[in-house]
């Protein structure tokens, strides 16, 4: 079955680590994307990818880094420099043209111990 | 710069009440891209229905309907006899091309809570 897939479903990590977030897609999409959800806040997009080796900065980006050497694949790095990174975390792909939705994976939930 | 308001953050209904979301967005671009999403408790956001800024025909889908109105920037969601399974939080989303390339912005949320 086609479809986007996070590992892992919860995360922990240690003050000071970098921690790697996996999103996998078997739908052949062009764009993908990384959204931070915090209680009352929605989401809030972090990083996009329109195609294979180039993505833009979104909204809260700082503290963050991603990849895109693969098209099924989009990984997302929380580094030291992320203040605040306990959260839920949103993959998302769609096909690179406007009217076309996205399809989101399960999650990955993040919290600094 | 893209913006979506969700001006509801909590709503609970009876079971079997209708339930109108509000959803009002912000863009400068002539043609965009309107869509809700549920997001039950398990987390993952499950796609609903879309609209294009150029097609403002409102429809309904089952127990669902839309009312998009460009003159106010609206794309309003109404749940027809709702029910328990429809407990879920609700997003709306604008797509756009405002900055070349195609960005997804959501507004925060209208938690929906179906009494039994």
């Known amino acids: 079955d086609g479809g986007i897939t996070q590992s892992p479903k919860y995360l922990f990590r240690k003050e000071g680590q970098n921690v790697t977030l996996s999103c996998e897609q078997n739908?052949?999409?062009?764009?993908m994307y990384w959204y931070r959800q915090d209680p009352g806040q929605g989401l809030r997009l972090i990083y996009y990818?329109?195609?294979?080796?180039?993505?833009q900065k979104g909204d809260i980006a700082e503290g963050y880094s991603v990849s895109r050497e693969k098209k099924e694949s989009f990984p997302l790095t929380v580094t030291s420099a992320q203040k605040n990174p306990t959260a839920f975390y949103l993959c998302?792909?769609?096909?690179?043209?406007?009217?076309?939705?996205?399809?989101f994976g399960q999650g990955t939930r993040l919290t600094v111990v | 710069a893209q913006k979506v308001t969700q001006a509801q953050t909590e709503i609970s209904v009876v079971e079997k009440e209708d339930v109108t979301l509000d959803c009002v967005y912000e863009?400068?671009?002539?043609?965009?891209?309107l869509f809700w999403y549920k997001q039950p408790p398990s987390g993952e956001l499950v796609f609903l229905i879309r609209?294009?800024?150029?097609?403002?025909q409102n429809e309904i889908s089952g127990r669902y309907s839309w009312n998009f109105q460009k003159s106010t920037s609206s794309f309003n969601f109404t749940i027809t006899a709702s029910q328990v399974v429809d407990s879920a939080v609700y997003f709306c989303?604008?797509?756009?091309?405002?900055?070349?390339?195609?960005?997804?912005?959501f507004g925060k949320g209208t938690k929906l809570s179906v009494i039994p």
């Open positions: 739908l052949n999409h062009d764009a």
């Open positions: 990818s329109q195609i294979v080796n180039d993505f």
């Open positions: 998302a792909s769609t096909w690179r043209v406007a009217n076309t939705e996205a399809f």
């Open positions: 989303a604008l797509k756009d091309s405002g900055a070349g390339s195609y960005q997804l912005t």
């Open positions: 609209r294009n800024s150029f097609d403002e």
């Open positions: 863009t400068r671009d002539t043609t965009y891209y």
